[in-house]
């Protein structure tokens, strides 16, 4: 008998609300040229979609719903928010 | 040994022997010599256990279900009102499978304030998934709860119990007991084993988030499941313990006299008691009554009371509980079970002793002996009685 | 406080493609919890947002261990974890209750209390975005004057419930409050309070687009101008000395801090206060800076 599954136990998994990418409408687009590697993109993302290398950061577009707060927050405005195609 | 104990300090005793390791209790009359008795344990040092004094029952089971929950063996004890506001929790702890333990001292709810015995706090708890058991008298107290331990922790049962034990009548009256000594509960209760789960950072869950309809439904089925196999847990453990003390309770029902009966009694808790004396005195006049005490009201011994029904002429259903606008529960639950036969006993269902008045030999005699006569002389037995309402 | 966000794990223990809005403050909150606390924390979470922002079973976006528990029970099935982690000797877990203003503010007041009176090792966390948003933004104990709700049509007639200060009062070894648009301060106030033994309460500023009415790109903005408009205060009460935190310690005189209008402007959910009904917001923000200030002279209030 399998006890684990006699009450409900989730195991933790990306995605549990599928690709959630799929909910944008404008998407961030990093100018790694503008980028001062501060990561307050980082810190901020309500989604843990900025992902961070070192100091570098770049975007996990499968999962990243697009809300904008990286590019609202950004100090050298090195984030754009462009239109989904 | 052998003490002089109440049943709430019977309670007590058990679960010190059972080695309870969280206990959170509010206190609510007449439970409260419970949780005074496990402070002082506890503060005594003799217990060695974490005591939560919540500020509320439902915080109560709340703190309960998350000890459990973090892998504790757990206890607490309420009554009426407390099991009531509880009653959120409870749901959720039979949900949860979670193997807590909890001693309902049985009380009437109001309006009126009553704090007299009445089983319809308990009986109003029989949806929430937890196994249910009545006692009727102290012995049965300790030792019920120490099995309580043992049967919800079973990993076929898995589900939360709660001991019935009427007020006043069994937690206020004190009578000799045989207490176990720790060295043969600790051979008959091993350590709790982290199931069904355990709050563990190395191996992280979530528990019960969101469920959807096509996933919940399996959950229900497998809590009844449990349910059915709590039967023969229930029925081995008695046997268990009854070669460990010499005591056994007769697992599900506790049949008195019911071998050669052609009436029976069915009853639950204390009074069981004045209906065996009354059978008694009934057979010394020729009458050949029993006694059925369901000692487990969940899971209901369905299968077990329709076999015995099967020989009576007639039931009476003592209901010391009320489900208004139906009757008795006990009674309903028992139409339900015997509705197979092929030949049904003609069942009364009496409604006695709520908000605490007194059941007395005499009045179980008299119900006997009227529904005796009432078949014999083929007259119409009312199927609902009020035992001494005063202008029924 | 010398912490850096290039200090910081990254580690994530709140995982991606989770249900929550665009902007959610909870589930910045979250990922921030983590980031301060590590996978050594087990999390009680109470009926609100977060409870469906874990997503559905049998997957959850958290990496650490939750126990989901009815709405008014979080404080009390905290207490019980903590007592049983004590007992079984198990001090380097940390205790977590993350819950929402309904539950803390609301219903889930008394467990909150009982837990405090008793002093419980536990950290609880309120993150506060002033309505039952999970329900659909109804008002709860905690939603502002003024503000709209579904249940506060024409706006809330009450003040907000100053939970903070009731923390407070129980005298207990740790409360503060924070906001998520400033993490590092949010982060050292969890690590502080997870060397603390007792209770501690945090209670985190939680700008919720969905429910406030504003863009999702604009959570941190708001939550930033909040503060620096004086209307949320940062500030720590530990073992009853209260002190004022960066930058609510630099706007002691009031004409440092930005006008409340600007705050108000920005959230849909003032959009129908009139300019008298702002002004009297703004006469409310000062006099409370008053009675903070008061207690500042005090030092230790208890």
């Not at chain 2, 349910?227 to 453990?237: C, L, Y």
């Not at chain 2, 006990?330 to 069942?347: G, K, M, Q």
């Not at chain 3, 503060?176 to 106030?189: E, L, N």
């Not at chain 3, 009031?254 to 959910?269: A, D, H, L, T, W």
């Amino acid at each position: 008998m399998e006890i684990v599954l006699e009450t409900p136990l989730s195991k933790p998994s990306e995605g549990s609300a599928g690709i959630t990418g799929y909910w944008r409408t404008f998407k961030p687009v990093i100018n790694k040229s503008k980028c001062v590697k501060c990561l307050l993109c980082w810190i901020y993302c309500p989604e843990g979609t900025v992902i961070r290398i070192n100091d570098d950061v770049d975007i996990n577009y499968t999962y990243c719903k697009g809300c904008g707060i990286c590019a609202n927050e950004c100090p050298t405005k090195a984030i754009d928010m462009v239109l989904e195609e | 040994m052998r003490i002089v104990l109440t049943g709430n300090h019977a309670v007590a005793y058990a679960a010190l022997l059972s080695r309870v390791e969280v206990v959170a209790a509010y206190p609510i009359t007449p439970q409260t010599q419970i949780v005074e008795k496990l402070a002082e344990f506890i503060e005594g040092g003799r217990l060695k256990a974490r005591y939560i004094r919540v500020e509320s029952e439902h915080s109560a089971m709340a703190a309960i279900i998350g000890a459990s929950a973090a892998g504790a063996r757990t206890f607490t004890a309420t009554a009426s009102h407390g099991l009531t506001y509880m009653n959120e929790m409870v749901f959720w702890a039979g949900n949860a499978r979670l193997p807590i333990v909890m001693a309902i001292v049985c009380r009437a709810l109001a309006p009126p304030w009553n704090i007299w015995t009445e089983h319809t706090d308990i009986l109003a708890q029989r949806d929430t998934g937890w196994i249910q058991f009545f006692c009727e008298d102290n012995q049965e107290v300790l030792d019920t709860v120490i099995q309580a331990f043992r049967i919800a922790e079973d990993d076929r049962v898995l589900l939360p119990v709660m001991v019935g034990l009427d007020a006043f009548i069994l937690s206020h009256t004190a009578t000799p007991i045989d207490v176990p000594d720790q060295e043969d509960v600790d051979r008959f209760l091993p350590p709790r084993k982290p199931l069904p789960f355990i709050l563990d950072v190395n191996n992280p869950l979530t528990h019960s988030n969101m469920t959807y309809p096509d996933q919940t439904m399996e959950f229900r089925y497998r809590l009844q499941k449990a349910m059915e196999r709590a039967r023969r847990v229930i029925v081995e453990v008695d046997e268990e313990y009854g070669r460990l003390t010499g005591r056994r309770y007769g697992g599900l029902l506790d049949c008195y006299k019911c071998e050669d009966a052609d009436l029976g009694v069915i009853i639950m808790g204390s009074s069981a008691g004045d209906a065996k004396e009354a059978v008694d005195k009934l057979r010394d006049e020729g009458y050949k009554p029993g006694v059925v005490r369901i000692r487990v009201f969940r899971p209901f011994p369905k299968e077990e009371l329709k076999e015995i029904c099967g020989k009576f002429k007639a039931i009476a259903v003592i209901d010391r509980d009320l489900s208004p606008g139906l009757g008795g529960i006990l009674h309903a639950e028992t139409l339900a079970s015997i509705y197979d036969l092929r030949s049904r006993p003609v069942v009364q269902n009496c409604i006695a002793g709520l908000g605490g008045r007194d059941i007395r030999v005499e009045d179980f005699k008299l119900i006997i002996k009227e529904l005796y006569r009432g078949i014999e002389e083929n007259i119409e037995i009312p199927p609902i009685r009020w035992i001494g309402v005063k202008g029924e | 406080m010398s912490l850096k966000i290039k200090d910081l794990p990254t580690e994530e223990y709140w995982l991606p493609g989770n249900p929550s809005c665009h902007g959610c403050p909870a589930s910045l909150g979250l990922r921030l919890l983590t980031k301060a606390l590590g996978p050594k924390t087990i999390v009680v979470i109470p009926a609100c947002c977060s409870t469906i922002i874990q997503g559905a079973y049998p997957k959850t976006s958290a990496k650490f261990p939750i126990l989901n528990i009815a709405f008014a029970a979080s404080a009390a099935a905290a207490s019980g974890i903590a007592e049983t982690l004590e007992f079984k000797c198990k001090e380097d877990v940390n205790v977590v209750v993350w819950a929402g203003d309904g539950g803390t503010v609301d219903i889930g007041l008394q467990a909150l209390s009982g837990a405090a009176e008793r002093n419980e090792n536990i950290i609880y966390v309120c993150y506060d975005n002033e309505a039952y948003m999970n329900t659909g933004i109804q008002r709860s104990g905690s939603t502002p004057y003024g503000a709209w709700t579904t249940t506060t049509v024409t706006g809330k007639k009450e003040h907000k419930k100053n939970l903070p200060l009731i923390m407070a009062a129980h005298r207990i070894p740790y409360v503060a409050t924070a906001s998520v648009a400033y993490p590092i301060d949010f982060i050292a106030k969890l690590r502080k309070a997870s060397k603390i033994y007792g209770m501690k309460y945090i209670h985190l500023h939680s700008p919720c687009p969905t429910g406030w009415r504003f863009p999702s790109s604009k959570t941190v903005e708001i939550g930033r101008l909040a503060v620096l408009t004086g209307t949320w205060i940062l500030y720590e009460v530990e073992n009853g000395v209260f002190k004022l935190n960066p930058p609510s310690n630099t706007l002691i005189d009031k004409n440092r801090r930005k006008p409340v209008k600007n705050y108000i402007k920005m959230q849909g959910r003032f959009s129908h206060l009139t300019d008298e009904d702002i002004d009297e917001l703004q006469i409310y923000v000062d006099e409370q800076w008053e009675i903070y200030l008061k207690l500042l002279s005090v030092g230790k209030i208890y």
